[in-house]
């Protein structure tokens, strides 16, 4: 499987934005760009994935190099309640099989 | 939006005892149900597969005899650790998927964890 390569954590001060970084260098052209989120001690949850084109939604941006060997998650204005981990992960096809979790970037947001 | 529910979300057992694990889809239809562990400060790992009316496919390590899992209806999962012992102190998290009719099929759909403690 095509692996994905995080910051262990990364800062960021309430109400700036935040660039989470992703490589995924070995990405395949059938692999989705996923991304989750784990608040501190609840499951992980849906944020936003994407193919090829950059992708928005409510809660964050994801922008995906031309080349697809990485991808940014980008929040527009953090908040304490964006303090989590976030999971870069690659999901073949986009279909219906399990996520495979590596070590994710903690966030810290300071107020 | 889709809600995965688990029971209970938190166990303390003793050494020896079982406990089972309920993860239920509450709004929708889940074909597939997968089990994760996750230690303190490391990532989910997961230990397993199930789909509805079939035996689940567990991943390199877990032990099926240990980690009993049912997936009797399409809104329900259960996760029984048998002669639980304190290494198997975790937190165990469920996701579901909809089947290919449901809204968002792409998307997995996470519990709100259960914490087990065997003492």
């Known amino acids: 499987d095509a692996k994905t390569t995080q910051p262990n954590s990364m800062e960021s001060n309430e109400e700036e934005p935040v660039h989470l970084p992703c490589n995924h260098s070995t990405i395949s052209g059938t692999d989705y760009i996923h991304w989750y989120r784990q608040l501190p001690s609840q499951g992980p949850e849906y944020v936003i994935h994407g193919l090829t084109s950059n992708v928005n939604n409510r809660m964050a941006s994801l922008a995906i190099a031309e080349d697809r060997k990485s991808s940014t998650l980008i929040l527009h204005r953090a908040t304490l309640r964006d303090a989590a981990v976030y999971y870069c992960?690659?999901?073949?096809?986009?279909?219906?099989?399990?996520?495979?979790f590596g070590g994710g970037t903690r966030l810290m947001v300071k107020p | 939006g889709a809600v995965v529910s688990q029971h209970p979300s938190w166990v303390i057992c003793k050494s020896g005892t079982s406990v089972k694990i309920e993860c239920r889809s509450l709004d929708f239809q889940a074909t597939t149900m997968f089990w994760y562990r996750q230690f303190p400060k490391q990532s989910l790992m997961l230990m397993a597969t199930s789909n509805e009316g079939s035996k689940a496919t567990y991943e390199q390590g877990v032990e099926k005899d240990k980690f009993l899992i049912n997936h009797a209806s399409l809104t329900l999962s259960t996760l029984t650790v048998t002669s639980a012992h304190p290494e198997d102190s975790s937190f165990y998290i469920c996701s579901a998927m909809p089947g290919l009719a449901g809204v968002k099929a792409y998307e997995q759909y996470f519990g709100p964890g259960t914490r087990l403690t065997v003492t």
């Open positions: 992960i690659l999901r073949y096809n986009n279909a219906g099989n399990m996520l495979t």
